[in-house]
């Protein structure tokens, strides 16, 4: 089977390897669609900035979902056919952080596409565990944005919103866009920031009350019209560029909480003074906890969460670097998720 592998920095092939077995408690999954996550991007091109990223080569893929094709003799509750989303991380459930139920700090987790092999391929096996069924009411070609939907959904709670709460959305691209749709779901008001027309546009469809463009001099004094001069409850910063931390602690009120979800590949300066002074409380959130995941499909299945302006593209895995990667890579990039299977039928999309 065809299947996409990381060697490292701004080197991934697409191979030819052997279809995986399904041992006794996995599955084998013939997949449907994967798609390409900005990390997946930063990777390929700057090499693995976090050390839990460091193993290779594997098959790269973490948003993915597909149909159960074969069982191992273990497994009890699903049958060939099933539709089933991977929950893409496995914490190890055993060591101190598990234990204490901050799994997304495990040390021995491992998840698809980094550690283990994912779903940019043919086919790809999970153990029964770690594969959700999925509702009918779920197209095939959106559920690989589950998957950010779960790093939103955690997000949210690592937030602590409470109904009625202001909170700005710094980023709104695809895990910035799920975040305000899953904040709006918590009964918080959204404020987007964004530099990108497109994204501030999609998020004033999907239900932020106002947008703002992060570029400009008056973004601040915007902020602080539309919240009495007070500032947001609550920022959340999903962009991971080089500036936009220091944007969600300054659009954070005295006494509110900033949450840092993007990923950075550089280092920036800041003068904690903006922390400490007037008490914020600036936390982390990175990708999800178990049960985030299910709850993120909770959402989607009630229509709380839409999902259909998110897919941008539809290619075949043959094209995955060229109208994939390099496309996500250009400055210009005007894409939220691209979308890649290996049953690519040119009649049913048109890009
Ligand atoms: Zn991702
Ligand atoms: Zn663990």
């Known amino acids: 089977m065809k ?12 191979e030819d390897v052997p279809v995986p077995q399904p041992s006794g408690d996995e599955a084998r999954l013939r997949i449907a669609y994967a798609s390409i996550c900005q990390t997946d991007v930063e990777r390929w091109w700057h090499g693995p900035t976090m050390r839990r990223w460091l193993t ?20 009890r509750g699903l049958s060939v056919g099933d539709r089933v989303m991977v929950n893409n991380i496995r914490a190890c459930g055993e060591c101190h952080w ?20 994912g779903g940019l391929a043919e086919y790809m096996v999970w153990p029964e565990s770690h594969l959700i069924k999925l509702p009918d009411s779920i197209p095939d070609v959106q559920t690989p944005l589950i998957e950010p939907t779960s790093v939103a959904v955690h997000a949210t709670r690592r937030t602590g919103v409470k109904v009625g709460d202001t909170v700005a959305v710094i980023g709104c691209g695809t895990v910035g866009i799920l975040t305000m749709q899953v904040l709006r779901a918590a009964g918080a008001r959204v404020i987007a920031g964004d530099l990108r027309a497109q994204s501030l546009e999609l998020a004033l469809k999907l239900g932020a009350e106002a947008a703002i463009n992060t570029g400009e001099q008056d973004a601040l004094d915007q902020l602080l019209d539309l919240t009495d001069g007070i500032g947001a409850d609550i920022v959340v910063e999903t962009a991971g560029a080089v500036v936009t931390p220091r944007i969600a602690i300054n659009w954070t009120r005295p006494g509110g909480t900033t949450v840092l979800v993007g990923i950075h590949s550089g280092a920036a300066e800041f003068d ?15 990708a999800a906890a178990p049960g985030d995941m299910e709850k993120g ?23 995955v670097m060229e109208d994939g990667f390099e496309r996500m890579l250009r400055p210009e990039k005007d894409v939220f998720r691209i979308m890649v299977t290996p049953n690519y039928r040119s009649d049913q999309w048109s890009n």
């Open 3 to 14: 299947a996409l592998r990381y060697y490292g920095r701004r080197d991934m092939r697409l």
């Open 56 to 75: 290779e080569p594997k098959t790269v893929g973490h948003e993915t979902a597909g149909q159960v094709e074969a069982i191992g003799t273990d497994v």
């Open 98 to 117: 598990c234990i204490l139920g901050s799994q997304s700090s495990c040390a021995n987790a491992k998840t698809a596409g980094f550690a283990l092999d």
């Open 272 to 286: 904690f003074n903006e922390i400490v002074g007037i008490e914020r409380t600036v936390i982390g959130s990175v």
């Open 297 to 319: 499909i909770q959402l989607i299945a009630a229509g709380k969460v839409l999902l259909g302006d998110l897919v941008s593209a539809v290619i075949p895995l043959d094209r």
